[in-house]
């Protein structure tokens, strides 16, 4: 199951900054949305107010028929955030059944997941054991195992290697196309953005706007020849236009 979400007219200030201004943005059910743009233009602020972790100073949000906080209540909603937010006392394998302890219902078998995610032989080891990359996969693993209908995503491949960032990129694409979800994935990398999403989002920077919508046609999943298609090398190119001119990165 996947539900819309729609994101009316948002707006967060802190104290006299202002992150995000006027935000507004439907997402199919379903679909699969990444964020992208200069750090600090509000990318986990949006993404913490759509998880009722943070609220708009002004607009609203609706996650099918329910704002956020139904929504959470519902236990609809899997987040990994930017900092893994693993228990330290808690082995892997626990980590991950605890999520489905909360919310009543085994999505994907805890081991079977954390052998999918090159965890196998590390599944009792606890959070100060592992190395940066594994606890993020175990945040990650523990944010979905309850098979939730909504996945938010705030960098979730930032502390892997290139190889192990492909490897559950391609595992995500698959999952998805078995059970679909409606994903919000931030990144900072353009490649992983135009071959995951079904449309990216690029933001200025703050306070964060919408600057433009990239749609990109190919059905899901991609295999990672997409990266020689053209449509793959347009879209990587307007974005970085985007981001380097607009954007303000560089000249
Ligand atoms: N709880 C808070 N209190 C005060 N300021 C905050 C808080 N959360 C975020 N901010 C500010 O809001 C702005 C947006 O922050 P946010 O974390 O959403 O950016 P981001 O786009 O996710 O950046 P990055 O790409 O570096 O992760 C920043 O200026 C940040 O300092
Ligand atoms: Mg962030």
């Known amino acids: 199951m996947s539900v819309s979400i729609a994101i009316r007219n948002v707006s967060r200030r802190f104290g006299a900054s202002r992150a995000l201004e006027a935000v507004n943005l439907d997402i199919a059910a379903g679909e699969f949305v990444a964020f992208i743009g200069p750090s600090g233009c509000g990318k986990t602020t949006l993404l913490r107010i759509v998880a009722d972790l943070e609220v708009p100073t002004s607009g609203s949000v609706l996650i099918g028929k329910d704002p956020p906080e139904a929504a959470r209540r519902k236990r609809i909603l899997g987040l990994v955030s930017q900092r893994p937010a693993v228990l330290p006392w808690k082995r892997a394998v626990d980590d991950v059944s605890f999520t489905q302890q909360i919310a009543g219902r085994v999505g994907f078998p ?10 196998a032989g590390h599944e009792s080891k606890l959070p100060h054991e592992l190395s940066g990359g ?50 919000l994935f931030v990144t900072h990398h353009i490649d992983e953005a135009v071959l995951l999403a079904d449309r990216v ?20 999943p991609r295999a990672s020849t997409f ?25």
Request: overall charge negative; proline content about 7%; charged content about 30%.
């Open 110 to 119: 805890a081991l079977g997941l954390l052998r999918d995610f090159g965890l």
């Open 227 to 251: 990266r020689r298609d053209p449509a793959f090398l347009e879209t990587t190119a307007r974005i970085r236009e985007l981001l380097f001119v607009k954007g303000g990165v560089a000249a």
């Open 201 to 220: 989002v690029v933001f200025s920077p703050a306070p964060g706007q919408i600057i433009e919508e990239l749609v990109i046609a190919t059905p899901r």
């Open 134 to 183: 594994m606890l993020q996969r175990v945040n990650f693993a523990s944010a979905i195992a309850h098979d939730p209908d909504v996945l938010l995503m705030d960098e979730p491949f930032s502390a892997l290697d290139e190889m192990k960032r492909e490897e559950l990129g391609h595992w995500l694409g698959e999952e998805l196309s078995r059970r679909p979800k409606t994903v």
